[in-house]
């Protein structure tokens, strides 16, 4: 099936500092999805992705779908203490009968110190 | 606001007595999912509705059960759960899983419900 290797797996940074984290898979997807997840709480929406080579703002966090459609960036710049959390990148299976069914990266954990 | 809500949003319980989740939705959305999720990882789909049409997981124990009487909402019910089914367990929705406009597929999740099993 499709798989997301989503890296880095954790990131330690300071208050202020920028973010980036990235996605990619060996398969096509025709969609990006970006997760945020706080602890003990569903996974949010950040940002949509819907065709290749788009890049997305959404306040401080930017993402695009690659133009190869096999792989992703989110960015996080001057990060807060409340960026903290689990960012997933995810993508609806592009056919046969998962069609829909979304795969997930693993997650990039991340902590902001202050 | 437009949203998917679930209760209990803890539920303990003890071991091999049967427990239901709930999930709503004011989206109206045609497809509902069921998620596990355990510490530290993806969520892993169990099963969704389209409208009432039920597609399991291959991989999904027999253990897990679900009902959508009606559009808004879906009932997650364990049947007799184990240690190992103690996990957060997310709902979410989409308005349609075959579309030719992508944006139908997006899921939006719930809260989610904590199970404790005792």
């Known amino acids: 099936g499709q798989q997301l290797n989503q890296s880095p797996q954790s990131m330690f940074i300071q208050e202020g500092e920028d973010v980036s984290m990235n996605c990619t898979s060996s398969s096509i997807f025709n969609t990006w999805l970006w997760y945020k997840q706080d602890p003990g709480e569903g996974p949010v929406l950040l940002i949509a992705l819907y065709k290749a080579g788009e890049l997305t703002s959404n306040g401080r966090l930017t993402a695009q779908f690659g133009i190869t459609r096999k792989d992703s960036f989110l960015n996080i710049s001057a990060s807060i203490p409340s960026d903290v959390g689990i960012y997933f990148c995810a993508g609806p299976s592009a056919g046969g009968t998962s069609y829909g069914k979304l795969t997930f990266g693993q997650g990039t954990i991340l902590t902001v110190h202050p | 606001d437009a949203m998917v809500i679930q209760n209990p949003r803890y539920q303990v319980t003890q071991f091999g007595k049967p427990v239901t989740l709930s999930c709503s939705q004011t989206?109206?959305?045609?497809?509902m999912y069921w998620y596990q999720q355990k510490s530290s990882q993806a969520p892993k789909l169990l099963f969704h509705y389209y409208d009432k049409d039920f597609n399991n997981e291959a991989d999904t124990p027999d253990n897990f059960q679900s009902r959508r009487p009606n559009t808004s909402f879906c009932f997650l019910d364990i049947r007799s759960p184990g240690l190992g089914d103690a996990a957060m367990y997310l709902c979410?929705?989409?308005?349609?899983?075959?579309?030719?406009?992508?944006?139908?597929?997006?899921?939006?999740f719930g809260p989610g419900t904590r199970l404790l099993v005792l």
């Open positions: 989206l109206n959305h045609n497809v």
């Open positions: 979410a929705t989409s308005r349609d899983t075959h579309s030719n406009t992508p944006k139908g597929e997006t899921q939006y």
